[in-house]
């Protein structure tokens, strides 16, 4: 509850800011070499400087506003789910007004998805906020890709943005990524409009390719635009290559192509390449059919959230206060074992906690990275013998409470699942 009331209170702050920088971007015609200078470093300060490290994947970037400022922006995220996000979005018009609402509506993006990674709903929450606030005529363009680590599945949705693209290493094709959806905060649109929202399961080498379209609408000196068409036989000419190489041999056909004509808009591009399969799934018991959560905690500060998560989506799922109650009880202890025993409370180590709830049961797999222990010789507390000894007796009540508990070969690992009925 304290989490959602803070994630409502950023909202508003950062609808007021929209609000003052809607109203600032009416006067922004003339504005001075400085102001232009001060712009250009708060836009560049809020693109990444260093594009998170998601071990199974490699990303590269590229950005170039058509003047000082511009109204491209382009994002990674780590949501609270440990999915990835690769965002781009494009606002209308250009130039320091397009910047000053670029700027606010990134933060509200990263706000939305503190809550959901559903692609989709996303752009419903940032839709219905902008169509309030912004007062100009500029409208936001966007594509959103969230990367699931664990099913190496890409959920995505489009607002009115060019498609991205999915090149497959096998094939050697490329997929267009497209769904249904309009423009973002374009006052003209009914504030209820639906986003579509489809999925796409990545290989090993696949690139996915994200851009705006100061990439495609430009021309050559004949007259004739670059277009997609361009953009595609490039990127399969091309998608043997590293990301950094793909994104700079693009540039460079399209450079060639204009052949002296210059820019007109800003141009943003965003690629991710999938290296290899994580083994996290196998290692956790899971199937990739399963489609689990998978949550990543190294103190013990951050067990709580997780757990009241979990319990949450047992509830909703209506699991009984008795069941909820042992297994809070179950978690904590797990959690916590694998903290302070499994990773000998090395902050530099993770717990992966991966999860799924239905209506039949609770299924939870959580991993330290340590040595492991011998599971098998485990005093039993019951005995008189060992009720002094202080270490045992949380795996007990784990087992007491739980219907299923089982351990990999090394002790790092505990599968354990609770039953509704």
């Given at each position: 509850?304290?989490?959602?009331?803070?994630?409502?209170?950023?909202?508003?702050?950062?609808?007021?800011?929209?609000?003052?920088?809607?109203?600032?971007?009416?006067?922004?015609?003339?504005?001075?070499?400085?102001?232009?200078?001060?712009?250009?470093?708060?836009?560049?300060?809020?693109l990444p400087s260093h594009l998170p490290e998601v071990?199974?994947?490699?990303?590269?970037?590229?950005?170039?506003?058509?003047?000082?400022v511009g109204g491209d922006f382009y994002d990674i995220?780590?949501?609270?789910?440990?999915?990835?996000?690769?965002?781009?979005?494009?606002?209308?018009?250009?130039?320091?007004?397009?910047?000053?609402?670029?700027?606010?509506?990134?933060?509200?993006?990263?706000?939305?998805?503190?809550?959901?990674?559903?692609?989709?709903?996303?752009?419903?929450?940032?839709?219905?906020?902008?169509?309030?606030?912004?007062?100009?005529?500029?409208?936001?363009?966007?594509?959103?890709?969230?990367?699931?680590?664990?099913?190496?599945?890409?959920?995505?949705?489009?607002?009115?943005?060019?498609?991205?693209?999915?090149?497959?290493?096998?094939?050697?094709?490329?997929?267009?990524?497209?769904?249904?959806?309009?423009?973002?905060?374009?006052?003209?649109?009914?504030?209820?409009?639906?986003?579509?929202?489809?999925?796409?399961?990545?290989?090993?080498?696949?690139?996915?390719?994200?851009?705006?379209?100061?990439?495609?609408?430009?021309?050559?000196?004949?007259?004739?635009?670059?277009?997609?068409?361009?953009?595609?036989?490039?990127?399969?000419?091309?998608?043997?290559?590293?990301?950094?190489?793909?994104?700079?041999?693009?540039?460079?056909?399209?450079?060639?192509?204009?052949?002296?004509?210059?820019?007109?808009?800003?141009?943003?591009?965003?690629?991710?390449?999938?290296?290899?399969?994580?083994?996290?799934?196998?290692?956790?018991?899971?199937?990739?059919?399963?489609?689990?959560?998978?949550?990543?905690?190294?103190?013990r500060d951050e067990i709580d959230e997780v757990v009241?998560?979990?319990?949450?989506?047992?509830?909703?799922?209506?699991?009984?206060?008795?069941?909820?109650?042992?297994?809070?009880?179950?978690?904590?202890?797990?959690?916590?074992?694998?903290?302070?025993?499994?990773?000998?409370?090395?902050?530099?180590?993770?717990?992966?906690?991966?999860?799924?709830?239905?209506?039949?049961?609770?299924?939870?797999?959580?991993?330290?990275?340590?040595?492991?222990?011998?599971?098998?010789?485990?005093?039993?507390?019951?005995?008189?013998?060992?009720?002094?000894?202080?270490?045992?007796?949380?795996?007990?009540?784990?087992?007491?409470?739980?219907?299923?508990?089982?351990?990999?070969?090394?002790?790092?690992?505990?599968?354990?699942?609770?039953?509704?009925?």
């Amino acid at each position: 509850m304290n989490n959602q009331k803070s994630l409502k209170q950023k909202i508003a702050e950062l609808e007021t800011q929209l609000a003052a920088n809607a109203e600032q971007s009416k006067c922004c015609s003339n504005v001075s070499p400085l102001q232009l200078e001060t712009a250009r470093k708060i836009q560049q300060g809020l693109l990444p400087s260093h594009l998170p490290e998601v071990k199974n994947i490699t990303v590269a970037s590229f950005y170039a506003p058509q003047g000082k400022v511009g109204g491209d922006f382009y994002d990674i995220i780590i949501t609270p789910r440990q999915k990835t996000a690769f965002l781009i979005f494009d606002v209308s018009g250009g130039g320091i007004a397009a910047a000053l609402i670029g700027a606010t509506v990134k933060m509200l993006f990263a706000m939305v998805m503190e809550k959901t990674d559903s692609p989709a709903q996303v752009f419903r929450t940032v839709n219905q906020r902008l169509k309030h606030l912004i007062k100009t005529e500029h409208y936001v363009t966007a594509f959103l890709a969230v990367f699931d680590r664990v099913s190496n599945r890409i959920t995505y949705s489009q607002a009115g943005h060019p498609c991205a693209y999915l090149y497959r290493k096998s094939s050697g094709n490329l997929l267009p990524l497209t769904t249904r959806g309009f423009m973002l905060g374009q006052g003209d649109l009914p504030a209820s409009i639906e986003f579509g929202e489809s999925f796409v399961v990545m290989q090993p080498k696949d690139l996915l390719f994200l851009y705006t379209d100061g990439l495609t609408d430009v021309f050559c000196p004949e007259g004739a635009m670059y277009g997609s068409g361009r953009l595609c036989n490039s990127l399969i000419k091309h998608g043997e290559n590293e990301p950094e190489q793909i994104i700079s041999k693009v540039l460079d056909d399209q450079a060639r192509f204009r052949n002296g004509i210059a820019l007109r808009d800003d141009l943003a591009l965003l690629l991710m390449r999938l290296e290899y399969l994580d083994p996290l799934l196998i290692q956790s018991g899971f199937f990739p059919e399963d489609r689990p959560q998978l949550r990543i905690i190294s103190i013990r500060d951050e067990i709580d959230e997780v757990v009241s998560d979990i319990l949450r989506e047992m509830d909703r799922c209506g699991f009984s206060d008795d069941l909820i109650r042992k297994t809070k009880v179950s978690l904590l202890e797990m959690t916590i074992n694998a903290i302070n025993h499994g990773n000998r409370n090395d902050i530099s180590k993770k717990v992966y906690v991966t999860y799924k709830v239905t209506a039949e049961m609770l299924k939870i797999s959580i991993t330290d990275e340590g040595e492991g222990f011998d599971y098998t010789n485990l005093p039993d507390p019951l005995k008189e013998s060992n009720r002094i000894k202080s270490h045992g007796r949380g795996l007990f009540l784990v087992k007491k409470y739980m219907d299923i508990v089982e351990f990999n070969s090394t002790g790092n690992r505990i599968l354990a699942i609770k039953k509704k009925g």
